[in-house]
């Protein structure tokens, strides 16, 4: 959606304040990211887009991330869009080694072109955990201590080692040390130039509410259970709703 | 145990007032009029049948308000009060039955509903706002009428088979009993394996049969069919555990009598087996409408409750999906908890009569 241009709330600067935002989830260029979905999936079909070949079988619609890794790992696939860690598992030597590509996500719509700010062009989903301190604790130094330690440069470092999981200092990417770090180290540029252009979820006390809102009319749509622009309107009505809760 | 001819013996002694000092008892030796030194027993002697059948029916109901009323009624006061996202405080405010409205209109901040309809004025005057299979209350009764149906007819036939004399008997009996054995979880796994395309065959020897859409585990009314054949794969043998009991305790000299007076096969069975059958049957069907109104695990591991939302599947969304809707999670809880209370009393009123009885 993102590299469509599209957004589920405007510009970026909307994703994290509920209540007074406009929702975009019916825009055209989320459609169009729909049809080219379909498009993969269906081949030339009804909201489909032209010019997009089916690459991919129509069984994605019931698969989650990991069962998506396996047909890739299996060497039944040519290309699958996963996490960093999917690096990690199949690009060492007993798997596809040096064998194995990496690429940014290709996109339709550059930032230039797009309508909303810091929408566009290459984009990843920005995965991982958010820590805070809860402003009810009576024990807030020692809360502070452990977010200070998970910011240290160490800490950091042994996290990317042996989880494979992006530093949140892209800096350290290239301050590791490869045969620590394993496979992810041969395509740093390219994890360095996926973070750079990740793109958060619109994570506020309403996002699992609406999220499961969204995966479901989305997939309806992927689905041809319902029209791409019917699929989005409802959607479109339903967040319109759950933002009102606590606008 | 207390008789009636007990009560004149026991209107000497002084129950009341001895009843007060439980660890006491020896303290009334003194009166000089208890046969057993204890002011407890005598006093449960004395009882009627019908009030010690109570007063050992006590701690079982103390349990039972405790750990079943107790909760039931602090989800009903929590289902009327508002939404809290935000804040401090988990609950909002008092709003009456608004949760319940929005529950049954369709409007609640669920991503699945529990019943979507709206009237319409022309012929079958009702619509549904979402289909059918993507509604919590209409796939759970529809599981459970279907599945418990055609589980006691095939259990009723497992059975059947399994009362005949014949050799190898024990070995069939548990191949048939075998499925009852397999966690939910394992169950679930297979029948997922089964239509995963790419794994097993039951996608693609369905679809082309023209029964399933390529991706049935993503689609509301296949995945409903799936785990309605996967339930009753493993159901009806519980369904011939229960029902072939009943068919073992059937005086086999009935029949002898039956053949003597010319009864066919069919009428030994309608006049014999059926009516001896019946409560062992009964029982069995309450348990299963039971569970299948409670279904949960088997569609979480199967299809996942977006695709199959049945009214367990909701709350358990609504409760832990992360955002923050208590009151709604509340008032479907509650609402879960009358529609099956609802269809146990239907059992219960209509089995009423039946020999035997339900209760």
């Given at each position: 959606?993102?590299?469509?241009?599209?957004?589920?709330?405007?510009?970026?600067?909307?994703?994290?304040?509920?209540?007074?935002?406009?929702?975009?989830?019916?825009?055209?260029?989320?459609?169009?990211?729909?049809?080219?979905?379909?498009?993969?999936?269906?081949?030339?079909?009804?909201?489909?887009?032209?010019?997009?070949?089916?690459?991919c079988?129509?069984?994605?619609?019931?698969?989650?991330?990991?069962?998506?890794?396996?047909?890739?790992?299996?060497?039944?696939?040519?290309?699958?869009?996963?996490?960093?860690?999917?690096?990690?598992?199949?690009?060492?030597?007993?798997?596809f080694?040096?064998?194995?590509?990496?690429?940014?996500?290709?996109?339709?719509?550059?930032?230039?072109?797009?309508?909303?700010?810091?929408?566009?062009?290459?984009?990843?989903?920005?995965?991982?955990?958010?820590?805070?301190?809860?402003?009810?604790?009576?024990?807030?130094?020692?809360?502070?201590?452990?977010?200070?330690?998970?910011?240290n440069?160490e800490v950091?470092?042994?996290?990317?080692?042996?989880g494979?999981?992006?530093?949140?200092?892209l800096?350290?990417?290239?301050?590791?040390?490869?045969?620590e770090?394993?496979?992810?180290?041969?395509?740093?540029?390219?994890?360095?130039?996926?973070?750079?252009?990740?793109?958060?979820?619109?994570?506020?006390?309403?996002?699992?509410?609406?999220?499961?809102?969204?995966?479901?009319?989305?997939?309806a749509?992927?689905?041809?259970?319902?029209?791409?622009?019917?699929?989005?309107?409802?959607?479109?009505?339903?967040?319109?709703?759950?933002?009102?809760?606590?606008? | 145990?207390?008789?009636?001819?007990?009560?004149?013996?026991?209107?000497?002694?002084?129950?009341?007032?001895?009843?007060?000092?439980?660890?006491?008892?020896?303290?009334?030796?003194?009166?000089?009029?208890?046969?057993?030194?204890?002011?407890?027993?005598?006093?449960?002697?004395?009882?009627?049948?019908?009030?010690?059948?109570?007063?050992l029916?006590?701690?079982?109901?103390?349990?039972?308000?405790?750990?079943?009323?107790?909760?039931?009624?602090?989800?009903?006061?929590?289902?009327?009060?508002?939404?809290?996202?935000?804040?401090?405080?988990?609950?909002?405010?008092?709003?009456?039955?608004?949760?319940?409205?929005?529950?049954?209109?369709?409007?609640?901040?669920?991503?699945?509903?529990?019943?979507?309809?709206?009237?319409?004025?022309?012929?079958?005057?009702?619509?549904?706002g979402?289909?059918?299979?993507?509604?919590?209350?209409?796939?759970?009764?529809?599981?459970?009428?279907?599945?418990?149906?055609?589980?006691?007819?095939i259990?009723?036939?497992?059975?059947?088979?399994?009362?005949?004399?014949?050799?190898?008997?024990?070995?069939?009996?548990?191949?048939?009993?075998?499925?009852?054995?397999?966690?939910?979880?394992?169950?679930?796994?297979?029948?997922?394996?089964l239509?995963?395309?790419?794994?097993?065959?039951?996608?693609?020897l369905?679809?082309?049969?023209?029964?399933?859409?390529?991706?049935?585990?993503?689609?509301?009314?296949?995945?409903?069919?799936?785990?309605?054949?996967?339930?009753?794969?493993?159901?009806?043998?519980?369904?011939?555990?229960?029902?072939?009991?009943g068919?073992?305790?059937?005086?086999?000299?009935?029949?002898?009598?039956?053949?003597?007076?010319?009864?066919?096969?069919?009428?030994?069975?309608?006049l014999?087996?059926?009516?001896?059958?019946?409560?062992?049957?009964?029982v069995?069907?309450?348990?299963?409408?039971?569970?299948?109104?409670?279904?949960?695990?088997?569609?979480?591991?199967?299809?996942?409750?977006?695709?199959?939302?049945?009214?367990?599947?909701?709350?358990?969304?609504?409760?832990?999906?992360?955002?923050?809707?208590?009151?709604?999670?509340?008032?479907?809880?509650?609402?879960?908890?009358?529609?099956?209370?609802?269809?146990?009393?239907?059992?219960v009123?209509?089995?009423?009569?039946?020999?035997?009885?339900?209760?």
């Open positions: 959606m993102t590299s469509w241009g599209g957004a589920y709330y405007g510009g970026a600067n909307n994703l994290f304040t509920a209540g007074e935002r406009p929702i975009t989830v019916d825009d055209q260029r989320v459609i169009d990211a729909i049809r080219m979905m379909r498009s993969f999936i269906e081949g030339e079909e009804a909201n489909t887009l032209d010019g997009y070949p089916q690459i079988p129509s069984a994605v619609v019931q698969w989650t991330e990991q069962q998506s890794l396996n047909p890739f790992a299996g060497g039944e696939a040519v290309s699958n869009r996963n996490w960093s860690y999917a690096i990690a598992e199949t690009g060492t030597e007993d798997a080694g040096e064998n194995l590509g990496v690429m940014t996500r290709p996109y339709a719509v550059s930032q230039q072109e797009a309508q909303y700010s810091d929408i566009g062009g290459t984009a990843a989903a920005l995965g991982g955990w958010n820590l805070a301190v809860s402003p009810f604790s009576n024990r807030e130094e020692e809360s502070l201590q452990v977010l200070e330690a998970f910011a440069r950091m470092l042994t996290v990317f080692r042996l494979g999981f992006l530093p949140p200092n800096e350290l990417v290239g301050d590791a040390d490869p045969s770090v394993g496979p992810v180290a041969r395509y740093a540029d390219v994890v360095t130039s996926a973070s750079e252009n990740a793109i958060p979820r619109p994570a506020t006390d309403l996002w699992p509410e609406q999220s499961a809102l969204i995966y479901q009319a989305v997939n749509a992927y689905r041809g259970a319902q029209a791409p622009e019917a699929a989005m309107n409802d959607l479109a009505n339903e967040l319109e709703q759950s933002e009102v809760e606590v606008s | 145990m207390a008789t009636d001819a007990d009560d004149g013996t026991g209107t000497d002694t002084e129950p009341v007032t001895d009843g007060g000092t439980l660890t006491g008892g020896e303290t009334g030796t003194s009166h000089g009029h208890e046969r057993t030194g204890n002011a407890v027993v005598n006093w449960m002697e004395n009882l009627s049948e019908a009030a010690y059948a109570y007063l029916l006590l701690p079982a109901f103390a349990l039972l308000t405790l750990i079943a009323f107790y909760p039931m009624i602090r989800t009903f006061v929590m289902s009327l009060r508002a939404n809290q996202t935000r804040g401090l405080d988990p609950l909002g405010g008092f709003v009456g039955l608004e949760n319940y409205i929005d529950i049954l209109t369709g409007n609640a901040r669920l991503a699945r509903q529990f019943l979507d309809v709206g009237l319409t004025s022309s012929f079958p005057f009702i619509e549904l979402t289909p059918f299979f993507q509604q919590a209350l209409f796939v759970t009764l529809a599981f459970a009428v279907i599945s418990v149906v055609v589980e006691t007819v259990g009723f036939g497992q059975a059947y088979v399994l009362d005949q004399e014949f050799t190898g008997r024990r070995w069939v009996r548990v191949a048939i009993i075998l499925p009852w054995a397999v966690p939910i979880v394992i169950q679930g796994m297979i029948f997922f394996l239509f995963q395309p790419t794994v097993g065959f039951g996608s693609d369905m679809q082309s049969l023209g029964i399933f859409s390529g991706t049935p585990l993503a689609n509301s009314q296949d995945a409903f069919i799936i785990i309605l054949v996967a339930d009753i794969w493993k159901s009806s043998a519980f369904m011939a555990l229960l029902i072939l009991a068919l073992q305790s059937v005086d086999r000299s009935l029949y002898d009598v039956a053949r003597v007076a010319g009864a066919s096969p069919w009428q030994r069975f309608k014999i087996t059926l009516p001896l059958v019946m409560p062992a049957l009964l069995a069907m309450l348990f299963r409408t039971m569970d299948a109104m409670r279904v949960y695990g088997l569609i979480e591991s199967t299809a996942g409750c977006t695709t199959v939302p049945s009214l367990s599947c909701l709350v358990v969304e609504a409760m832990f999906g992360g955002t923050r809707i208590y009151a709604t999670a509340a008032a479907v809880a509650f609402a879960t908890a009358l529609v099956i209370g609802l269809i146990i009393g239907v059992y009123l209509l089995f009423r009569d039946t020999d035997g009885g339900m209760y």
